[in-house]
C-alpha cells in the first residue's frame, strides 16, 4: 500500500479549533461496513447494548511545553515527550542551535535543567532540585495544543482538552475520543447495563506525524507506554462470556488492548507499543471503536481503515467533508462496527 492511498482533501474550515460549547454536543457518524448514518454524539445510547465493555483511556495530559534561554542567552521551547523519572525527561528542543551535552537551560526564568546527551530526535534533559517534574511541569508548563489548533492554550483548553476520567499523568497529547464524555453521559450508560474499564496509554506527540514514506511499511512507528490492569482483562473476558461487546473509547484504547493480546491472549500489565495497525491486520480484542476523525496520510487513519474496511472508512471521510463535520481533536465523533 501507498501513503498516497490515505489521503483526502481537507478544507481548514473543517479542523475545529476550539470545542463545542459544552461536552457531548458533537456529532456522531456511525459506521456499519458501507452503510453510514449522521447523529448527535447523544445517539451513543441507541448503538451500545447492556453487558457492552466501554474501555476508556484514563491518561492525564501534562503541561509539557515550556520557554526559556540558553546559556548563552539564545531563546529555546521545550516540548516534553516522556518523564522518565522524578527528575528526567525526554524532550524536543527547538533553538537556533541545539544545545550540546552538559549545558544548561533556563526555564520560565525558574527552571534550572541540564541537557544530558541525545537519544534520536529528542534530548535527555535532567530538573534538578528536589521537586518533582511532574509538579514542576503543572506550575511552570503550558498546555501542549495540538499544531493544527492555532491559538495558544486558554483557560477553557486548560478544562476542556482533559477527559473527566484523567488521573494517571503522562500524556502530551488528549484521548480526543474520550473529550466527548460528561459525567452525566457515563451515568447513563451505566444505568443501561454498560460496564465501564480502563487503560492507560501515554500519548506522545508523534501521534500527530504523518507517514511520509511512498510506502506504508517503511514507515516507523513512534513508541507509548500502556498499562492494563487485571480488573480490565477481567472485565473484557466477563463481557465475553455474557454475550457482550468490546467498544474501546479511542485508538489510544484499541492500541494499548491490541498490543497487550499480541501473543493471542490478552495480557495485563506494563510495557511499551510500536504497534503499526493497516489494512489486513486481525483485530484480537476490539469490537467497536469510538474515535475523532483523524488526520490524512496519518497512522490512525490507517488504523481505522483497517477496523472499518478501507474503501467504506474512506467513503466515510468523503461523506464527513461533504456534511461539513468538525475534524480532529476538538471535532465530531464515529462510532465504527468491525468489519470481519
Known amino acids: 500500500m501507498r501513503t498516497e492511498d490515505f489521503d483526502f482533501e481537507l478544507p481548514e474550515a473543517l ?35 447492556p453487558n457492552d465493555l466501554l474501555v476508556l483511556n484514563d491518561t492525564k495530559v501534562i503541561k509539557a511545553r515550556l520557554f526559556g534561554q540558553k546559556e548563552t542567552g539564545g531563546k529555546v521551547e521545550i516540548m516534553v515527550e516522556r518523564v522518565l523519572n522524578e527528575h528526567e525527561v525526554l524532550a524536543q528542543v527547538r533553538a537556533s542551535k541545539s544545545p550540546k551535552a552538559g549545558s544548561q ?9 541540564e541537557v544530558q546527551g541525545r ?20 506550575r511552570h508548563g503550558k498546555l501542549p495544543l495540538p499544531p493544527y489548533i492555532t491559538h495558544a492554550a486558554e483557560d477553557d483548553d486548560e478544562l476542556r482538552y ?29 444505568k443501561v447495563g454498560v460496564k465501564l474499564a480502563y487503560v492507560t496509554l501515554h500519548v506522545g506527540a508523534g501521534t500527530f506525524q504523518p507517514v511520509r514514506a511512498e510506502f506504508v511499511r517503511e514507515h516507523v512507528m513512534h513508541g507509548e507506554r500502556y498499562d492494563i490492569p487485571p480488573e480490565t482483562v ?17 485508538t489510544t484504547s484499541l492500541r494499548a488492548l491490541e498490543s497487550a493480546a499480541a501473543s493471542g491472549e490478552l495480557q495485563a500489565g506494563r510495557n511499551e507499543t510500536h504497534i503499526f495497525i493497516t489494512p489486513g491486520y486481525r483485530f484480537r480484542v476490539v469490537d467497536v471503536l469510538l474515535t475523532n476523525f483523524h488526520l490524512p496520510r496519518s497512522t490512525l487513519l490507517m488504523l481505522v481503515c483497517a477496523f472499518g474496511g478501507m474503501q467504506n472508512l474512506l467513503a466515510a471521510y468523503h461523506h464527513a467533508v461533504e456534511q461539513k463535520y468538525r475534524f480532529f481533536s476538538y471535532g465530531d465523533a464515529m462510532l465504527i462496527e468491525r468489519v470481519e
Open 234 to 250: 477481567a472485565a473484557i473476558a466477563a463481557t465475553r462470556a455474557a454475550g457482550g461487546r468490546v467498544i474501546a473509547v479511542g
Open 105 to 113: 537551560l533556563w526555564l520560565d526564568d525558574a527552571l534550572q535543567v
Open 15 to 49: 479542523i475545529a479549533q476550539h470545542p463545542p460549547e459544552k461536552r457531548g454536543a458533537s456529532r456522531l457518524l456511525h459506521v456499519r461496513g458501507d452503510a453510514l448514518e449522521d447523529c448527535a454524539f447523544d445517539d451513543l445510547l441507541r448503538f451500545i447494548r
Open 162 to 190: 482533559q477527559t473527566v476520567f484523567a488521573r494517571e499523568s503522562g500524556a502530551v497529547a488528549a484521548p480526543t475520543a474520550g473529550l466527548h464524555f460528561d459525567e452525566i453521559m457515563l451515568d447513563r450508560l451505566g
Open 119 to 138: 537519544e534520536g530526535e529528542f534530548f535527555r534533559l535532567y530538573f534538578s532540585g528536589e521537586t518533582p517534574v511532574l509538579a514542576l511541569l503543572e
